[in-house]
């Protein structure tokens, strides 16, 4: 129940919002906000012990139950992993936007966005059904846009958010069609009952592509590469946002799910090579970009990125675990999916400090570009603290959380290689040696934010705002976090034995013994072993690196503006545009004879060849009834009417042809013994003659039109084909006997209908619904007509529709 | 025997519906087009005639009349048509 709450509370609270706002204008919005992740926090944290001790919480509403779609909340150890951060980062980042947005802003429109998020994440990590999941997942993505874009007055906030949007929202599309492959696979959408019948899902054909489109789905999500481009475009949000949405939570919303799906897809080879490859690559791309930035907040994005890729990565090393099932070996391997929680958790607590620093720098000097910053140690010393915990945790160095976590992630890729799967005995050796290298460029990126921030000399005539130190309040969130960050460093095993462990348990269910897979981590082993070398190594090549950092900046310029993801995604989307809509403008060519043509040609195709591939072209004369030769020389004249109406040069030719074709059928229908349609066929006629004479007083004359050769040839094949089409069609009905016809019935119509015209029974009587709505019509039609001719503007008058 | 003299009429009032359209369609002139019609419309009215005595019934008398009342309005409408320019005509011209 509470589960269900804290998932209701954020988006209860969200519409509480304007009425608060306009009653307590004084008060700034977010100190009633922040009420909201606080109690959640204490909430959740109160079940940190049963969850510990290996208990879930279920419960299940009814939504819609006839497609198997239910809200089933499940909090197990990995979903409290991630709803403590959510509401904890959320508090906390509440906490510092009462500092860091003042009451001049749009507070309104701010909180409820973030509430919404808050809300929507929550229900992405406690979800157990998959829709449920979509559902929140896609919800994620609309309220990041709506934050991204929250200065909707800059161009390149707009820019940044429908960005944002485009990538995430398509693989958010790809994933919900892997959820409907794996329904049709399993046939649940709750994420315990497939895994529960996992043989029945890995022998279905449909296996490997759901992977793959979750992974897209993931991958998207959280900045995988080549997905990454959005987040650092994102970074025109406000700080906070940043700070929450696209370093701590929804960026991991992808981290969770591949950890959901773990024991799903894990132990695939595809899945391996997906999730550890990418997130390797993510990792060194992420790295190597971020050292080149000059915007600290668009540094702290590739930073994002190369984490999430290293996160990502561990992942996929771990799931190698599940490959051969539970021996003493494989457990292992399971290391590196402990390594990539805790790192999780690492990197919201630097992570998000990192950025409130960066938000108080801006906020207090004007810019967070690194060409105009320097020297501020002295004017900002508490900020600057910041800066240096929180770096040397991201760069890996020791009394530092971050240490710990890039220790277990070289152990890790080092295990990797002497595994004797998936071909890793080959090309294993690349994930120490890459895993090294961008933990070099880690480091040097995160030298370059304390450095180039606050040493050196400082620049008063290029800042905007005389520098100080930022406001009491500002500085209680990012303190808590380095709190964390060297709480964590110290006492590492309470996190853990109460947080990590139970996620283990629900990333490896079949696995029995959780202890196992517990490792105890120590700062300090009491030996030097090869990971230790490796920090060294990159100590040692980072300093220096950074040195003579002038000297190897140029090759970032080797890669030509014109040849990035970013350029090439542009390309992209300007040249679809730019090719629908020619495409568009090609069909959709305003004249009227195209798109004949294309109905026509449709209809030909569509039917003619229907009635071609089913065979049901026949025709058989041997029940045709004698023809009258009166009756051939009136056929005759019709055709020769109708010939000419195509020839004739003047409208009234044109008419008068047509009134003979009409009065031919009036013929025709008396031949056929109907009366009553000759009768009104007769006078039906000759109003229409008198209309179309009626009409000619504002009709140009007819005038012989210049047509292409080729273009006459299509009209008249096609008209042609049409024709054909109607008459063989009609000919094979002829011979259509599967049903008795039920003209037999009417024809008792005086007794019972009381009337011995026939016709005139079925339309007053039998069908007289038809008849009724005709008058309908009819009455329509004259409506229409006169308010055409009445409601005509006045010469100058306006025009009526635009009124 | 009386059967084949009507059948004979009947083709023959069809060649002449026949010749009446070669004049509507070659005219030269509206007039010629205008008469030729009419000429059809009296044609047809003989042929339902003769057609409802081949059938036997009275059924066609009324379709007899209404194309007679409707081939007279009709070549007056394009009568008119090609004196004024127009069918109907309103008392003030706007």
Known sequence: MIVVLSIVLPFLAAALIPFIYSRFKKVHLGWFVLVVPVVLFSILATYIPRVA??????????????????????????SMIFSLLITGVGSLVILYSIFYLS????????????????????????????????????????????????????????????????????????????FLMLYVASGTFSIREIVANLDVVQSSAYFVPAMCLVLLGAFTKSAQFPFHIWLPDAMEAPTPVSAYLHSATMVKAGIYLVARTTPIFGGHEVWFWAVSGVGLLTLFWGSFNAVKQFDLKALLAYSTISQLGLIMCLFGLGSAALHSGYSTESVIYTQATFAALFHLINHSTFKGALFMMVGIVDHEVGTRDIRRLGGLMSLMPFTFTIAVIGSASMAGLPPFNGFLSKEMFFTATLKITELDLFSLNSIGVLFPIIAWVA????????????????????????????????????????????????????????LGHYILSPAMASIYPMFPSVEDMTPHIAAWHGYINTELIMTAGVILLGVLLYRVLKKWRPIYQLIPPSFTLNALYERVITSSENVSGRATNRYMNGNLTYYFVYIYVFFVALLAGYMIYADAFSWNPSKDSVIEPYELVLVFVMIMAAVAIIFAKQRITVVLLNGVLGYSVAFFFVVFRAPDLALTQLVVESVTTALFLLSFKYLPKLK??????????????????????????????????RFEPISKYFEDSYNLAGGQNIVNTILGDFRAFDTMLEVVVLFIAGLGIYTLIKLKAKKGDADVESK | MIDLILK???????????????????????????????????????????????????????????????????????????????????????
């Open chain 1, 53 to 78: 001790n290996g208990e879930v919480f279920v419960k299940t509403f009814e939504w819609i139950p006839s497609f198997g779609i239910n809200i089933t909340t499940y909090l197990d150890g990995l």
């Open chain 1, 103 to 178: 009451t001049k802003e749009s507070l309104h429109h701010f909180y409820c966005y973030l509430l919404l998020f808050m809300g929507a994440m929550l229900g992405v990590v406690l979800s157990d059904n998959l829709m449920v999941l979509y559902v929140f997942w896609e919800l994620t993505s609309v309220s990041s846009f709506l934050l991204i874009a929250f200065w909707h007055h800059r161009k390149a906030s707009r820019a940044g958010a429908r960005k944002a949007m485009t990538i995430t929202v398509s693989g958010g599309v790809a994933m919900l069609a892997g």
């Open chain 1, 439 to 494: 933990s070099i460029f880690t480091f040097i990126y995160c030298v370059i934010i304390v450095m180039r921030t606050f040493f050196g000399k400082i620049q008063p005539d290029r800042l905007e705002k005389p520098p100080h130190e930022a406001p009491f309040g500002m500085l209680i969130s990012p303190y808590i976090l380095i709190a964390f960050v060297v709480g964590i460093f110290i006492f590492p095993n309470v």
């Open chain 1, 704 to 737: 012989n039109e210049y047509i292409s050769k080729s273009w006459r040839f299509a009209k008249i094949t096609i008209s042609i084909a049409v024709g054909a089409t109607v008459t063989l069609i009609g000919l094979a009905v002829m011979n259509y006997d």
């Open chain 2, 8 to 94: 004979t009429a009947l083709v023959l009032f069809m060649l002449a519906i026949a010749l009446s359209l070669y004049r509507v369609i070659k005219g030269p002139s509206l007039p010629d087009r205008a008469i030729a019609l009419d000429t059809i419309g009296v044609n047809l009215i003989s042929a339902i005639a003769i057609v409802s005595i081949v059938l036997n019934t009275k059924a066609f008398l009324e379709a007899i009349l209404i194309l007679g009342i409707l081939a007279f309005i009709g070549t007056i409408a394009f009568s008119k048509y090609i004196e004024r320019g127009v069918i109907v005509e309103r008392k003030s011209a706007d």
